[in-house]
């Protein structure tokens, strides 16, 4: 099978959230199923464009029409394709080259995505790969569906077109004048790209695809309802029929506590208990935390942001640190009010707290294989990948039960049976403390309990394989409709 993956960012090339690790993986994955030939489409930036570890050559050059302008598309193509995924980067100096820092929150980011989506597809037509699928991700890619239910593009009459919501609270918006002046669609196509007044490219998307995917099962059955779908509740109740979520996977020979290099000891799941104590006594040394082998260790790798729970950390952890015998470490950035907060409780309990506020994948790794618990209370999660990561090296997560939370980490019994992690039901701060306790209580009481939780927890396969199998059935299901 002939797939077309187009995205707005792809690791290792550029990546700011989780769809750049979907984006390294899944193609990857796709490409191993035999009989397919898989091609990545991502924008050609400024950072990708200086970075002299990517080898890229020239194929041709064409142009876009976007509205009333006629833009460059440089067509390039990666030297040293990876895992048999071959790479094409589309080029144009103003939209992308040229513009340093973070990849997203120019003004012009409609502009320029609607560009990035027709010159996918001119370009797939150049190079003469006419896919059977494209699947395409989040708003950056959303209108690709609609110009191909609108038959801007005769050259796929067969091509199927699947669009999948990595995360729903980004839409594409864009003010009423969008639609003339930059997308030129037929008439007949604006109420689908209508919404509240404005333009809203993912309810496009979500209209004209043939499928419509997210990052887990649990989150897909969520979006039905306001409190998650942050105002697209209708839009894809309307759409269920074709609605359908298959839950992420990680990419495991990155995240394996046996061959990792960025950690001091390498254990597996049937032999990890000195390993896994020295990662823990490395670690704690790191960031100046006493070395205290029976004190669990709490950890939290994240975005620094209000939906990743954090205030309900933010209430709890006095509570915790004066009740229960625990060390807390925190790693991320984001805003500003969450990384005050945990400084400033890192100076009130020097012994027993470290936040380190930067971006650190190298320290993100140690934490996962030297942590005991692994904290992440999220409103809300599409899928989440640190909780597989966490498991993966034998670190127990205690979570909210919601989205790919839910899915991944089914509920164990206070003595660490019948699950692989401790839940909380409902959002609030004293659950979530409750989920804690019970967690270090399994620790601090029954540690061979709390190993056979954590040898449970590494013996999951949280590999892209079985993920994969499942597009494919989709794109099979999509191909014979």
């Given at each position: 099978m002939r797939i077309a993956i187009l995205a707005s960012e792809g690791a290792p090339y550029v990546k700011s959230g989780g769809l750049g690790d979907v984006m390294e993986a899944l193609p990857s994955a796709?490409?191993?199923?035999?009989?397919?030939e898989v091609v990545l489409m991502l924008p050609y930036y400024k950072k990708i464009r200086e970075d002299s570890r990517y080898a890229v050559e020239f194929v041709t050059n064409i142009t876009v029409k976007l509205g009333w302008r006629r833009q460059y598309c440089g067509i390039l193509r990666l030297k040293n394709p990876r895992d048999g995924v071959q790479v094409y980067f589309i080029d144009n100096l103003y939209y992308f080259g040229d513009r340093a820092g973070a990849i997203y929150g120019a003004l012009d980011d409609g502009e320029r995505f609607a560009f990035f989506s027709k010159a996918c597809l001119d370009s797939l037509i150049t190079i003469g790969f006419i896919p059977h699928v494209i699947q395409c991700n989040d708003w950056q890619t959303a209108l690709v569906p609609t110009y191909l239910a609108a038959e801007y593009y005769p050259n796929f009459p067969g091509t199927k077109c699947m669009f999948t919501i990595h995360n729903v609270e980004y839409q594409g918006w864009a003010d009423s004048y969008f639609f003339d002046d930059v997308l030129a669609l037929p008439w007949e196509y604006r109420p689908c790209l209508e919404k509240d007044g404005a333009v809203n490219v993912m309810k496009a998307a979500v209209e004209t695809a043939h499928l419509v995917t997210?990052?887990?099962?649990?989150y897909s059955r969520q979006l039905m309802y306001a409190y998650y779908a942050h105002g697209m509740e209708k839009v894809l109740a309307d759409a269920a029929w074709k609605l359908t979520g298959i839950t992420n996977g990680i990419d495991v020979n990155t995240f394996n506590p046996e061959t990792d290099a960025a950690i001091p000891a390498h254990y597996n799941a049937e032999s990890f208990r000195e390993g896994k104590a020295a990662c823990k006594?490395?670690?704690q040394q790191e960031v100046?935390?006493?070395?205290?082998?029976?004190?669990?260790?709490?950890?939290?790798?994240?975005?620094?942001?209000?939906?990743k729970g954090l205030d309900l950390l933010c209430?709890?952890?006095?509570?915790?640190?004066?009740?229960?015998?625990?060390?807390?470490?925190i790693l991320g950035t984001g805003e500003k009010q969450f990384e005050k907060f945990f400084a400033d409780l890192a100076a009130e309990f020097p012994q027993r707290v470290a936040a380190k506020i930067s971006f650190d994948l190298g320290l993100a790794a140690r934490i996962y294989a030297g942590g005991d618990i692994y904290m992440m209370p999220s409103k809300s999660e599409p899928c989440g990948l640190s909780q597989m990561n966490a498991m993966r090296y034998g670190t127990v997560p205690v979570v909210h039960a919601t989205g790919g939370l839910k899915d991944t980490v089914p509920g164990c019994d206070e003595k660490g049976e019948g699950g692989l992690g401790f839940t909380f039901e409902s959002y609030n701060a004293d659950d979530f403390y409750g989920a804690l306790c019970r967690?270090?209580?399994?620790?601090?009481g029954d540690r061979d309990g709390f190993c056979r939780l954590q040898k449970r927890c590494m013996e999951q396969d949280f590999s892209w394989d079985k993920p994969a199998q499942k597009y494919m059935q989709l794109f099979q299901k999509m191909l014979t409709q």
């Open positions: 796709l490409s191993r199923i035999p009989g397919n997210t990052v887990s099962e649990t006594a490395a670690l100046g935390l006493p070395q205290k082998a029976d004190t669990p260790l709490l950890v939290m790798v994240t975005r620094l942001a209000g939906h209430y709890i952890a006095r509570r915790l640190l004066e009740q229960r015998d625990c060390q807390i470490l967690c270090i209580d399994l620790y601090a």
